[in-house]
């Protein structure tokens, strides 16, 4: 499986952007697919998930109610929509695939991730 992700760029704050992961290659009937962060020197952490056949979406606390992760099954892309961006939501963004339906104790563990994409730079500016 491969993962291309795309999207970012430099924004105010409180702007919007929005970043996109399609999968390719091999493909699974019931994948979960996450996107998570990193900043320099920190751990990479969860920002949002969903299942791909029933379409449960799960959140990091820090970005509900601003973010919205969705699936489009026709061209096989995941989206992260993110509004209201903060300063602090400034970082390397990843997409990541499970081949299995992970339940929800699993979806924010980075661990339970097989496939990875290339991160996405995010900035936002104060």
């Known amino acids: 499986v491969q993962l291309q992700a795309c999207g970012g760029g430099l924004v105010q704050d409180g702007g919007s952007l929005s970043v996109s992961c399609e999968l390719s290659?091999?493909?699974?009937?019931?994948?979960?697919v996450g996107w998570f962060r990193q900043v320099s020197g920190k751990e990479r952490e969860f920002v949002a998930a969903?299942?791909?056949?029933?379409?449960?979406?799960y959140y990091a606390d820090s970005v509900k109610g601003r973010f919205t992760v969705s699936r489009d099954k026709v061209k096989n892309t995941v989206l992260l929509q993110m509004n209201n961006l903060k300063p602090e939501d400034t970082a390397l963004y990843y997409c990541?695939?499970?081949?299995?339906?992970?339940?929800?104790?699993?979806?924010?563990?980075?661990?339970?991730?097989?496939?990875w994409g290339q991160g996405t730079q995010v900035t936002v500016s104060s």
């Open positions: 969903i299942r791909w056949t029933d379409n449960d979406k």
């Open positions: 990541a695939a499970s081949p299995t339906r992970l339940i929800t104790s699993e979806v924010r563990r980075r661990d339970n991730y097989d496939y």
């Open positions: 290659g091999r493909t699974f009937s019931r994948p979960t």
